[in-house]
């Protein structure tokens, strides 16, 4: 009887671990595959019932005290759950963030730092790292410290070796914004950069080509801005804007803009709402960083080389939706001559900061810009904020947003996108930071460099590291 009901649980847990590749040797059957010899990705170390269909905290430490005895560290990045360092020996080290989500910035280089410092200590240690899955969030951290160890690894380089190390179909890490977060940290490796959360105002965002589920009925489009908060000890977000809600209709498949004008420094998250009948929906939403806007590439965002004029619908002052199916207009290439006026206008407003620390001057942050020059547009301009400096509008396809919409009918325009318009103050200490945003978040209170890699030799790639499996070393030290 004992023996059925192991197998029963076993194969619960095969179930449960879906794509994820799970170690069957000697004698262990847990949802944990080794990255390399010294990089481990598990699954979250459950108790009591949790533990008949995921990995048991009891044989998971089994596991590690035989394998790795008094050398591993484990990392919890779960927000929503903890247990006791004590059942590991105190070697459990905290790095939390929500599921689905990407981590603050900051955190991934104190990880990566904090896991290199381990590895050093002793040739025997080993890094392992869990969420709850043990496969979104891990991947994160894992994919970002790939690249700390492989400075001329890719940021795709470090997706596909995780994904195949980690998953049978190689589908490791699959959350864009989670993506964006890794692309991010390649380019701060590879340039070099000083981190600092770059205040910034949001002043407006818009989407174009609405899709099916938002036009199935009329509904109201709502946009609520969050900022990572990190005056409490662990960062939290906090929503510091709501617009106003924006009455769609079927027929206005156009470009709806939603004014907003807050201010922003670091990671931003920017959430559409559909309040429709009966209830109200989150459609998707995206995670940006305010130092990070003019990195562009297809894990990222794309960039408008000329940002177009701002335009706007009226607002509101009750508080209620607007119907602005009637304002609606269709702008072209052919109608640039009538916006070269408020072109030129807008130009005398923006300018290129002259620090080179803020240009970023490598050309891998401009060689692919697009310019949107036939989008459909409100018709009716409006200026857009008081605040001058240097206009940026970040652009993002279906592909590059969070828990966008499965089009099963196909029926979801190609073209639908999202535009992100930000302001650079030229004089940064003219920005108002939003409320709740501790003042050393925009100053040099959490400035730091990024460490320079000593090592010319030349590095396998991911797939020659790959091919040699998990015995071979990701790094000449790990």
Known sequence: MIEGFDKMTSALKTIVSKNKRRYQENGYNLDLAYISDRLIAMGYPSEKLEAMFRNSLEEVKQFLDEMHKDHYRIYNLCSERDYDAKKF????????????????????????????????????????????????????????????????????????????????????????????YISYYYHYLRENLDYLPTPMYLSSVSISSYFPSITTQNNTIYVEVHQM???????????????????????????????????????????????????????????????????ENELSHFLSKDPLPSFSHPSTNNGGSVDIGHLLKNVSISDDHLLSERLSSDSSHSSTSSNPSENHSSSSFRDKRVRHSSVPQTGVARNNSSHSGKHIELSLNKSQLDKFPKDKSRRSDERFSVCIHLIKPEKQSSWTPPPGLHPTAVSGGISYSSPESSSTEEEPSASDVFQQGKDAPVHTWI
Not at 111 to 128: G, M, P, Q, R, T
Not at 256 to 266: H, K, Q, R, T
Not at 271 to 291: D, Q, V
Request: hydrophobic share 35%.
């Open 89 to 180: 020996h105190g070697r459990v080290v905290n790095f939390p963030f929500d599921d689905h989500n990407p981590p603050n910035f900051n955190s991934i280089r104190l990880f990566c730092e904090d896991a290199e410092k381990w590895l050093l200590e002793h040739k025997e240690n080993v890094c392992v790292v869990h969420c709850k899955a043990g496969k979104g969030r891990t991947g994160v951290m894992i994919c970002c410290f790939l690249l700390h160890s492989h400075r001329r690894w890719t940021a795709n380089e470090a997706l596909a070796y995780y994904g195949k190390a980690r998953t049978l179909d190689s589908k490791g890490v699959t959350i864009p914004s989670q993506k964006r």
């Open 229 to 295: 908060n990190y005056k409490k000890t662990e960062p939290s977000t906090q929503k510091i804007y709501e617009s106003k809600g924006f009455n769609v209709k079927r027929s206005d498949h156009q470009r709806l803009e939603i004014p907003i004008n807050v201010a922003i420094a670091g990671d931003v998250k920017i959430e559409f709402h559909s309040k429709g009948i009966p209830t109200k929906k989150e459609l998707f939403h995206l995670w940006f960083n305010t130092a990070f806007v003019e990195v």
